[in-house]
């Protein structure tokens, strides 16, 4: 479906919607984890890839990703694979996909979600919209995580250039404060000290070991 396009210089909108029908097939017959991952990274890094193709691939993988991730009926499975195909990816394109995956219903998802927004902090941090967008993203999903390890990534982001980390004191102020996070408050309170829970053996089950790409 979309091998006749990968060298194109232009994608235009008709392309687009060919990569996005296409990523949307590949959420529709999948079945396991690893193949799925393995066809996105097939298509990602073809050499016959023009860079322009490369883009939209992440773009429309993140925009069916995040759509994806707030729909009730999606597998936790599938949400999983998405956020390591994003993560996989390692592009700023794949920004809303991360942002809505922090939602997701499945734990994985979210912390995979997590560790890609960590990877895009630098860019994050140099514009005041996206930067807000975050912040915000953050805010909402840290008030409902139960989760230490997904919220030991959270606070990575203390570890964020001075900008991001200032936006997000109030944030973990309000973590600290909130009742159902009483288990995590020593985490919370110790994380500049600390390195987050993301050696915990839980977080190396979720880690795969294919290297993190260079962003481009």
Not at 94 to 118: E, M, Q
Not at 136 to 143: F, N, S, V
Not at 178 to 187: D, K, T
């Amino acid at each position: 479906m979309i091998d006749g396009i990968r060298g194109r210089s232009d994608i235009g909108l008709s392309d687009q919607r060919r990569i996005a029908a296409w990523v949307d097939g590949e959420i529709e017959k999948f079945t396991e984890f690893l193949p799925f991952r393995k066809r996105f990274d097939q298509q990602f890094n073809d050499a016959k890839n023009s860079e322009q193709f490369r883009v939209q691939l992440a773009t429309q993988t993140a925009q069916v990703a995040a759509q994806q991730f707030v729909n009730p009926d999606l597998s936790g499975d599938v949400a999983h694979a998405l956020a390591q195909v994003l993560t996989d990816m390692n592009r700023r394109e794949t920004f809303p996909g991360f942002i809505a995956g922090l939602k997701s219903s499945d734990v994985r998802a979210r912390y995979f979600c997590a560790k890609g927004l960590i990877a895009l902090q630098d860019w994050i941090a140099g514009d005041k919209a996206r930067l807000d967008q975050t912040v915000q993203a953050l805010r909402e999903a840290g008030l409902g995580e139960t989760d230490p390890v997904v919220l030991g990534r959270f606070m990575r982001l203390w570890r964020s250039p001075a900008k991001l980390r200032t936006s997000l004191t109030s944030t973990w102020r309000s973590l600290t404060n909130a009742s159902r996070h009483a288990a995590a408050r020593p985490l919370l309170r110790t994380v500049r000290k600390t390195t987050p829970m993301s050696s915990s053996v839980r977080a190396e089950c979720w880690e795969s070991s294919t290297p993190t790409r260079k962003r481009d």
